[in-house]
């Protein structure tokens, strides 16, 4: 999910750019698709905070949304079926014994 979603929203943020020429012919076409600033606050102590850009706190915004979305449906699709197939599977091997 992370090189799927995260990663094609940091190229299309800027937040990552393509290091070699490989990657730039997967990702060449997304990068700075949608252009958010990305500048840096300043913190307390007069310096720069790297990581806190708009471009990066949007790309994790989404991400978590899209994540925590897949994860509930996952569970939902999964597990539910499962544990109704261990619990059968257990009333079938108590039974016998």
């Given at each position: 999910?992370?090189g799927?979603?995260?990663?094609?929203?940091?190229?299309m943020?800027?937040?990552k750019?393509?290091p070699?020429?490989e990657?730039?012919?997967?990702?060449?076409?997304?990068?700075?698709?949608w252009?958010?600033?990305g500048?840096q606050?300043?913190?307390?102590?007069?310096?720069?905070?790297?990581?806190l850009e708009?471009?990066?706190?949007?790309?994790?915004?989404?991400?978590l949304v899209?994540?925590?979305y897949?994860?509930e449906?996952?569970?939902?699709?999964?597990?539910?079926?499962?544990?109704?197939v261990?619990?059968?599977?257990?009333?079938?091997?108590?039974?016998?014994?």
């Amino acid at each position: 999910m992370i090189g799927m979603v995260s990663e094609r929203l940091f190229y299309m943020t800027g937040v990552k750019s393509a290091p070699d020429k490989e990657q730039k012919a997967r990702f060449g076409h997304l990068y700075r698709a949608w252009p958010l600033p990305g500048g840096q606050p300043e913190d307390l102590g007069g310096g720069k905070t790297y990581g806190l850009e708009p471009n990066f706190l949007f790309c994790v915004g989404v991400s978590l949304v899209v994540f925590l979305y897949v994860a509930e449906v996952g569970t939902k699709m999964w597990d539910g079926p499962s544990v109704k197939v261990a619990k059968w599977v257990y009333q079938k091997l108590k039974s016998k014994t």
